[in-house]
């Protein structure tokens, strides 16, 4: 047989094997936690915060928790949408593609995208020290926004390279200014993608727990304020999962099927918001 056929149906094969492992192993954690955490969960689960004794098997719910993540997950994300948009726009506006700076921003991003969330979240905690902040919602979203933010400045950045250097161009032909090139026209051609690019961030800082730990501490109470600490579902998870009492583990499976389906609505409307603006794409 000829080496290169050899070679083709070996990698077609390795190709087939890994996406089977991926699918496999993400079939295996979902089938995993509907099992075991679809008969935990109530109305009560999501309409409630903790009563005292919860983690004892108690009654309460974990809605502190589901509030938290969803008001820590959109502070954060927006702190992090004010330093990733102009960055992203700067990349691809004002320097050259294979520009020594370029190169070396995108190095930078590529390695803090690359750095475990816990070092994030023990960097926050030194931060909360030195500017004498308390574990709180606010701490909490300083550390997620610095998790997110490489993340979502990459993902805006491939999506502006994407966008045709001729249309830039023939914008600044026309007379136009950079800004107004950035702002008028570059921008609602990579709407969709950004868009994307920020509900999957958001997705990515609301599952974390590592980075929150130390710096947005835990309350059974409804978050209320910046300065005080908010739970998050990752942590109700974490706590659930590691008492003694089977009806608070089954509860913590629960718990992480709510955080799974926000995930998961969370990647159906980045591709229902980014299908709908894509109308505006020139292609």
Do not use: C
């Not at 008969?39 to 928790?65: C, D, F, H, R």
């Not at 023990?122 to 030195?130: D, E, K, P, Q, S």
């Not at 961030?201 to 590592?210: C, E, K, L």
Request: no cysteine; proline share 4%; net charge positive.
């Amino acid at each position: 047989m000829d080496k290169r056929k050899i070679e083709e149906n070996f990698f077609k094969l390795l190709m087939i094997f890994s996406t089977l492992t991926v699918l496999g192993s993400l079939a295996f954690i979902l089938l995993t936690i509907l099992w075991k955490g679809i008969p935990a969960l109530s109305w009560e689960m999501v309409t409630q915060s903790p009563k005292g004794g919860y983690y004892i098997g108690k009654a309460g719910g974990v809605l502190n928790a589901i509030l938290g993540s969803l008001i820590l997950g959109i502070g954060s994300t927006l702190l992090a949408i004010v330093l990733s948009l102009p960055i992203a726009f700067y990349l691809n506006l004002y320097l050259q593609k294979k520009s020594r700076l370029a190169l070396a921003i995108r190095f930078a991003l590529d390695v803090l995208w690359g750095i475990p969330s816990i070092v994030y979240g023990a960097f926050g905690f030194t931060l909360m020290l030195w500017l004498k902040i308390p574990a709180s919602l606010l701490a909490g979203m300083i550390t997620i926004a610095l998790l997110i933010f490489p993340i979502m400045t990459r993902g805006i950045d491939e999506v502006l390279k994407m966008i045709s250097s001729e249309l830039k161009e023939a914008t600044l032909a026309l007379g136009s200014t950079r800004w107004e090139t950035a702002t008028k026209v570059i921008f609602r051609q990579a709407l969709p993608g950004i868009i994307t690019a920020v509900l999957l961030a958001f997705g990515r800082g609301i599952s974390d727990a590592a980075a929150v730990l130390f710096t947005a501490g835990f309350t059974d109470s409804l978050p209320h304020s910046l300065w005080k600490p908010v739970a998050t579902l990752p942590l109700a998870v974490f706590f659930q999962l590691g008492t003694p009492f089977a009806e608070v583990q089954a509860r913590g499976y629960a718990a992480a099927l709510i955080l799974t389906a926000m995930v998961l609505l969370l990647n159906i409307l980045a591709r229902i918001i980014g299908s709908r603006f894509s109308r505006h794409i020139i292609k």
